[in-house]
């Protein structure tokens, strides 16, 4: 009986940890005073339906468990303090031309970004800033050159100079909101470094650390190259140790296979099965020091992450139930990992990896027995095989579709084909880096012989993901939807009258999500400016048609371009208009590579009948779009103004056209990043009367309903 009040407490203090999303702080008492009246009720109500066993005490502990839960996160949450580096931060720190110095601890080893740079978090101490020395504190987020940082480990004191600035909130639908993430992590300031300098060596046990998950590295590397060796050790230690091909991440998390590059349950359980049939002829005891060892050196190889600690505390419950020669109660056993590293760092409450290890571990413990059971007409190795998969998926989808926007539609049938080479790659990893830390050369022979699997597992992700929809995606979800869906789990799991039904109720949530969607997708009629770094890239929605004009470069596609069209549940482009350039070029590629493109123009050709052009040359474009006349300029190249005619709406980047140009256009709005418009410019639109739309604060959208407004995530 103890044992389910300790339950009902637990998720209590979780549930308070989630409410933090919907109440501040400030708004703490009205919070409390509503729990404890909730709670009041309930304790009268609850103990009468008999089947949940519980008394007046035990709602009351519940409830002060969710309010203990609320004020520990917002307790824990970081605030940056009165010498934090982020108050350095001004409009000349962030100056293209003014350097900065700083000097303190490198906190994790550098690994590659999708810049193709390095990248680390960095605990500062001292700051000089033209000449002026003050000490800091606070963490900043730096990023470097990559023949900067090599040979850098965790400990060391290093000199930095470059440039300070303040990660910025998602400026584009759908686009990753890099600031919040690190503010999470205690992070509120960049840094953009240009040269480093080592002041000082590190601790004995980071340099050998990092140099021993080095060795694992290049032991599988040395005979298998590149990126098979890195895709070897990403699926032994994890992708956050191993800086593997960023194509091949994103190839694998869009066939659902993200899984098996991050160090997580599936990898403690191959590892304690093997130390477990291993010392299966010694005493319990003996097993349980072993699989205690290798289990802390399985977390310290890999990183204390959340997900590896969920499965690592786990595991030493499996090891204590066998010393102990009990059976391991997984309810209990998963509900008490989660308190304890949700005590640790309630934070981790956010932290995906977290969020989709428990639920995934939820799913295999709640619903694996029922399908399996469902699967009995199959031989027991198959019906796991498929089993295993579709039921960490049921508890993970809604998650993966509000964070992610899509649906990995082969992803269950690419796990079951992929889970018998993802065990032999992950157990001949594990056996070739013990062997190759101690004798290199042979654990890089032995792993040569792991190339077969890693070629089939590596083209099995490439035909995944080549088949038709293979990444459908679902348009932005609603946190409550999450909520409701989830509800409806637990209602099947929990409820025989519901799990009778199980069906009926799937579908009809099915139907009651979709058909909203459906509708709003088939009436929207939408023009979206994005924010961009260089020109300005159009995305047409009308109703179940789409376009994208200009596409820039690859960096664009795969942070903006393909982060919206999913955020819009957008799986086909009618049309992609760009110019005649080889950066547009590769990022058609790169687009296509997610998204299915029907027509594709050239500015110099003539374009295919999706939008109705006025005029269009290499280095604009005229269009008209719901009785409105639009005009993207993106080079002013031999540009010639006369064929273009009067224009309500001017694109621009804000300095492609000078002020003689500027003048030949008619128009009445004008959507361009002001911050590189000079001062004669600003004051002929301002004299004018030209409403400007900056880009710099964030994508433009237009729709014919609400008319123009700023996309702000702040």
Not at 334 to 348: E, G, M, R, T, V
Not at 573 to 581: A, K, N, Q, T, W
Not at 613 to 619: D, Y
């Amino acid at each position: 009986m103890f044992n389910n009040y300790l339950y009902i407490w637990i998720i209590a203090y979780i549930f308070g940890l989630l409410l933090t999303e919907f109440f501040f702080l400030s708004q703490g008492l009205f919070f409390t005073i509503t729990v404890l009246i909730i709670t009041i009720i309930s304790s009268f109500l609850l103990p009468k339906w008999r089947k949940l066993k519980l008394n007046i005490l035990s709602c009351f502990v519940a409830g002060v468990m969710i309010i203990a839960g609320f004020y520990y996160l917002h307790w824990r949450t970081p605030i940056p303090d009165n010498f934090d580096i982020s108050h350095q931060i001004n409009s000349s720190s962030q100056n293209f031309n003014l350097s900065t110095t700083i000097t303190g601890i490198i906190l994790n080893t550098p690994r590659l970004n999708q810049n193709n740079n390095a990248r680390f978090v960095f605990q500062t101490q001292q700051i000089n800033n033209n000449g002026q020395i003050e000490k800091v504190t606070g963490k900043v987020y730096v990023t470097a050159p990559l023949l900067q940082v090599t040979g850098l480990y965790p400990s060391q004191i290093l000199t930095i100079k470059g440039r300070l600035y303040v990660p910025s909130p998602p400026l584009n639908p759908g686009g990753f909101d890099f600031g919040g993430y690190l503010k999470r992590e205690g992070i509120f300031a960049g840094f953009s470094a240009n040269s480093l300098e080592i002041i000082k060596q590190g601790n004995w046990w980071a340099r050998n650390l990092a140099n021993f998950r080095q060795r694992i590295i290049q032991t599988h590397a040395h005979f298998l190259k590149v990126p098979y060796g890195n895709l070897v050790s990403s699926m032994v230690i994890g992708s956050r140790a191993v800086d593997l091909d960023l194509d091949l991440q994103n190839a694998f998390r869009t066939a659902g296979l993200a899984h098996v590059l991050a160090a997580s349950g599936f990898h403690i359980s191959l590892l304690l099965g093997c130390i477990l049939y291993l010392t299966r002829c010694y005493s319990p005891r003996v097993q349980l020091i072993v699989g205690l060892s290798s289990l802390l050196t399985y977390a310290t190889l890999t990183g204390f992450f959340p997900s590896i600690l969920r499965a690592s505390f786990m595991g030493v419950a499996v090891l204590i139930a066998i010393i102990n020669d009990r059976s391991v109660k997984t309810y209990g056993s998963l509900l008490l990992a989660a308190l304890i590293l949700l005590l640790i760092n309630p934070l981790w409450i956010w932290d995906l990896g977290f969020q989709l290890s428990f639920l995934a571990t939820w799913g295999l413990i709640v619903t694996l027995p029922a399908i399996v059971k469902k699967l009995d007409f199959l031989p027991p190795t198959i019906a796991n095989l498929i089993a295993v998969p579709l039921a960490a998926t049921i508890w993970t989808l809604p998650l993966v579709c509000y964070a992610f926007n899509r649906i990995p539609v082969y992803g269950i049938l690419t796990n079951v084909l992929a889970t018998p080479l993802v065990i032999i790659i992950t157990l001949g990893g594990i056996f070739t880096a013990v062997i190759g830390v101690f004798i290199p050369v042979l654990g890089s022979a032995i792993s040569y012989l792991l190339f077969i699997p890693v070629w089939l597992l590596i083209n099995l992700v490439e035909i995944s993901n080549k088949l038709p929809f293979s990444s459908l995606a679902v348009g932005e979800v609603n946190i409550f939807s999450v909520i409701i869906a989830y509800s409806i789990l637990l209602t099947i799991t929990f409820n025989k009258w519901s799990q009778k039904r199980w069906n009926l109720i799937t579908i009809s949530a099915l139907i009651l999500f979709i058909i909203p969607l459906i509708y709003q997708k088939l009436n929207l009629v939408q023009i979206t400016v994005m924010a961009s770094r260089s020109q300005p890239v159009i995305i047409i929605q009308n109703q179940n048609n789409h376009a994208v004009i200009n596409l820039n470069d690859k960096n664009n596609v795969r942070f903006n371009v393909v982060a919206f069209l999913r955020n819009q549940g957008i799986n086909s482009l009618d049309l992609v208009l760009i110019p005649y350039d080889g950066e547009n070029k590769t990022a058609l590629n790169l687009l296509r590579e997610y998204i299915s493109i029907k027509n594709i123009s050239l500015l110099e050709k003539k374009a295919v009948k999706t939008i109705q052009m006025i005029a269009k040359k290499p280095n604009y474009f005229q269009f008209k779009f719901a009785d409105k006349i639009w005009l993207l300029v993106i080079n002013n190249k031999e540009l010639n103004l006369s064929d273009i005619a009067n224009t309500d709406i001017l694109i621009w980047d804000g300095k492609t056209l000078n002020i003689q140009q500027l003048k030949q256009i008619k128009m009445k709005k004008t959507i361009a990043n002001i911050d590189r418009m000079n001062q004669e410019i600003l004051s002929y639109l301002e004299i004018n009367n030209i409403e400007i739309f900056p880009l710099e604060k964030g994508a433009i959208q237009w729709q014919e309903k609400t008319g123009f407004k700023i996309f702000n995530n702040e």
